[in-house]
């Protein structure tokens, strides 16, 4: 599968923008203006961290606080629409033809597995945490074994979840030598998922895809 960039989707942008709703608009807006800077970084850290940014800006909705979940089951549900919405089967193909090994390899990671750390702080159990993780194990194998893509996905993004969070809130060095596959793996993953995101919401303009968490204000 060939993989789709910042000006190729930006010239379908401009070309179909018009006929988009307003909060879809926003959406793809801001989601390529990050795709558009991970292209540009030269290190994987930076260009990590700025996918995950288009990701969230790609799927982040207002939702009640009363009614909010927390973000891993909204971003599995997002990816569950999306793949509804994939005639063209690019998650699928993403998945089983494109990086099937890295998934493989990232699922098996302990260092992107959140539980493993809460475990090296103090917050679980050494049982706690290798059972949690033997669980997620099985739930990867069995997607693996039925060809369900969402889920599948769900489960990597939860990984690629965790080594966000060690890059943004300062608990990894930057370029540094250690846990550099897991990095250039989870940067490989999303630099095609990204595009591929935001080519299906394109695809089904006209399905909700959510207001904007924070919409445009205009104070001038």
Known sequence: MTALCFEQLKRRHRLEREIYPEGLNLRVHRALSWLDKAESCEDDDSKLIFLWIAFNAAYACDIPIKYRPGEQHVFGEF???????????????????????????????????????DHLNGKLSEEA??????????AASKALSNNDTPKLLSIVLARVYTLRNQLVHGGATWNSGINRNQVRDCTHLMQALVPSIINIMMDA?????????????NDS
């Not at 998650?91 to 990671?109: C, E, K, Y």
Request: hydrophobic content about 40%; proline content about 6%.
């Open 79 to 117: 990816i569950s629409r999306l793949n509804a919405h994939d005639k063209q089967e690019r998650l699928s193909q993403l998945v089983w033809q494109s990086f099937t090994g890295p998934i493989r390899v990232l699922l098996d990671n302990r260092f992107v597995f959140q539980p493993y750390w």
């Open 129 to 138: 945490w290798k059972a949690s993780f033997a669980r997620a194990k099985r």
């Open 205 to 217: 303009a006209q399905s909700h895809w959510g207001d904007p968490y924070y919409p445009v204000i």
